[in-house]
């Protein structure tokens, strides 16, 4: 599985192209802005896209939605409790399957009602739930520090060290981490009690 990460728009986002190697057949991730940049690298490696996938609801991640749907006939996937127009409803549990490759949806609300977050192949799409040092806001609509709380110390806490995080956005000192790593140096994946997360998190 092989991960084209390319960076659009000025508020440090990411766009996703996850590829199966063995039959050209990807995902794309969180289509917004740059969409030229996004088309380049789909036509430059010869691949078929075959879902549309939104780590959640925000125009920031869904903006390029229309236009890639229109453009490469797929279908957009996102979580069942997501409001905006998409073509295929997932759950907690299951899994996207693309060529040989798959990638297990994992229901992460917090920063948002719908946020999921995406694992398979040693890696972890962590949407806008944990990025590199930090993590989503909490104070949007949706949004709450409870549920942001037991999305991190319940789901993500209990997975695999070795697992490569790619974050929905560019705000930390390197693009990408590890699990293991961001449980050791990110203050939001330090063991408190859910009053202390609630009350960091200004909530």
């Known amino acids: 599985m092989k991960v084209h990460q390319i960076q659009v728009g000025n508020m440090q986002n990411f766009t996703y192209i996850v590829e199966d190697e063995d039959t ?19 036509k430059r490696n010869d691949l078929k896209i075959k879902y549309i996938v939104n780590t959640h609801h925000h125009y920031d991640h869904t903006l390029g939605n229309e236009a890639m749907a229109e453009s490469t006939k797929a279908p957009i996937i996102q979580y069942e409790s997501s409001e905006l127009q998409h073509d295929i409803s997932v759950k907690d549990g299951d899994f996207i399957e693309f060529g040989n490759s798959k990638l297990q949806v994992l229901h992460t609300p917090g920063h948002s009602k719908d946020g999921i977050c995406l694992i ?18 909490v104070d949007l609509p949706g949004g709450s520090a ?6 991190l110390f319940d789901i993500l806490y209990s997975l695999d060290d070795n697992l490569v995080m790619y974050p929905g956005h560019n705000y930390g000192h390197k693009e990408t981490s590890t699990l293991g790593q961001e449980k050791i140096t990110n203050m939001v994946m330090q063991k408190r009690t859910e009053q202390q997360f609630v009350e960091m998190m200004g909530q």
């Open 24 to 42: 050209s057949e990807a995902l794309l991730i969180d289509p917004s802005w740059d969409l030229i940049e996004i088309e380049l690298v789909i």
């Open 120 to 137: 398979g192949d040693g890696k972890i799409f962590s949407g806008d739930t944990l990025f590199v040092g930090s993590c989503g806001r």
């Open 146 to 151: 409870n549920e942001l709380y037991h999305s």
